[in-house]
């Protein structure tokens, strides 16, 4: 069995590019943490959806994971309804 070393990103692991790879760790990350944020708060889906000023079905596609269907803005806006501050570090450290 051959052992596959990680880069600790699982977007890299799988094959894509350095800025998709990027792109989609970023909105994995925001994703989950509207996903928590939805959680802590105890909100159906229905709730959700009128706070965030979406459909009921956008909150299930949110829930069910579907990181295709939303952009780092939307997300983002998300956050900031929900009362949750947003903000970006870029690490020099990081290798390209």
Do not use: C, W, Y
């Not at 990103?9 to 944020?37: H, P, S, T």
């Not at 979406?54 to 952009?71: A, E, W, Y």
Request: net charge positive; no cysteine; proline share 2%.
């Amino acid at each position: 069995m051959k052992h596959h070393v990680t880069n600790k990103n699982i977007f890299d692991d799988l094959g894509f590019d350095a800025a998709k790879a990027a792109n989609l760790k970023i909105r994995a990350a925001l994703m989950r943490a509207v996903e928590e944020e939805l959680s802590k708060k105890n909100m159906t889906q229905a709730q959700a959806a009128k706070l965030l000023g979406v459909s009921q079905p956008r909150i299930s596609d949110l829930r069910r994971g579907k990181l295709h269907l939303f952009t780092i803005d939307v997300l983002v806006n998300m956050l900031v309804k929900l009362g949750k501050p947003v903000s970006l570090v870029i690490d020099d450290r990081i290798a390209a």
